[in-house]
């Protein structure tokens, strides 16, 4: 059966969230959190996949990003506030639980929820990024890393990036897409579609205010992810060196980790077949074991 999307405004922890909805009204949630520079079309593959497979899925523009409020302030951004957001999307849904999904920016915000709220979080899965707690104290493992996260020192800076990433018609921004993915990936249609969720008012520095709401006040702990856990990675990830997909399975009583040697950072969109099969067949493992 084919699902229709369906576009909600979803008032949380003081917020307005767009959020896309899919799937049978009565299925098991699923909440898909998407990363930078996204929005909730980074999940077009997954979408109609798990609605499909019985899920009621719930995929917002978190906050700062296309059509979702734009609180101003740094402050506004730190990551225990937008754990929250999710939390209150899961109460919106009527559900005391919710498998949780995340995609870079969206991982981060999925790491926090499984580490610090598991009583509503049924399992996890992780695609391209890694534990926040493992990468400051094993940089070693990894000394490329420090080049590949240039843009986050950048993007501290206030005011210049958001003039730089949209100058020429958001030429750095479209760049950074299509040269650290597949070709074909993001063609021109997409490329167009991003562009036009970055022009909204006050989306770029909404956006940028994540990074800068990170190192301005980090999580200083982090307890051990009890519940079952999957870390979905591209191998060729500009961004990130996949050794911190292994070591952050340490932070993980059950933890998987199931690599994809051709993919970029941009796995789910690469790779949409093979990673929605994963994703099906871990969230049918954990309702199985849990009955």
Not at 120 to 146: E, F, S, Y
Request: glycine content about 8%; some cysteine.
């Amino acid at each position: 059966m084919t699902y229709p999307l369906e576009h909600h405004d979803v008032l949380t922890n003081g917020v307005r969230l767009h959020v896309v909805q899919c799937g049978p009204a009565d299925g098991p949630l699923v909440v898909l959190l998407h990363g930078f520079p996204e929005y909730w079309f980074s999940w077009r593959a997954q979408l109609p996949a798990l609605a499909a497979a019985g899920y009621r899925v719930w995929v917002p523009d978190q906050r700062g990003y296309n059509l979702s409020d734009k609180p101003v302030g740094v402050e506004s951004y730190a990551l225990p506030t937008l754990a929250a957001d999710i939390i209150g999307l899961i109460d919106a849904a009527g559900q005391a639980q919710a498998a949780v999904v995340g995609h870079d920016w969206g991982g981060i915000v999925a790491w926090y929820l499984a580490a610090h709220h598991p009583g509503r979080v049924a399992n996890t899965t992780i695609i391209n990024v890694p534990h926040p707690a493992v990468v400051g104290p094993n940089i070693w493992q990894a000394p490329d890393q420090l080049l590949r996260s240039w843009y986050i020192a950048f993007f501290q800076l206030p005011g210049l990036p958001e003039r730089l990433i949209s100058r020429r018609n958001w030429q750095f921004g479209a760049a950074m897409l299509v040269r650290s993915s597949r070709p074909g990936t993001f063609g021109p249609a997409e490329v167009a579609r991003y562009k036009a969720a970055w022009s909204r008012p006050g989306a770029i520095t909404g956006m940028l205010n994540w990074y800068r709401a990170l190192l301005r006040a980090p999580v200083s702990y982090w307890p051990r992810i009890g519940q079952p856990l999957q870390i979905i990675w591209g191998e060729h990830d500009a961004f990130l060196n996949k050794k911190f997909a292994q070591l952050s399975l340490a932070e993980c009583a059950q933890g998987t980790l199931h690599y994809f040697p051709e993919a970029t950072h941009w796995v789910q969109l690469e790779e949409a077949g093979k990673v929605n099969a994963l994703l099906v067949k871990f969230l049918r493992q954990e309702a199985a074991a849990i009955s």
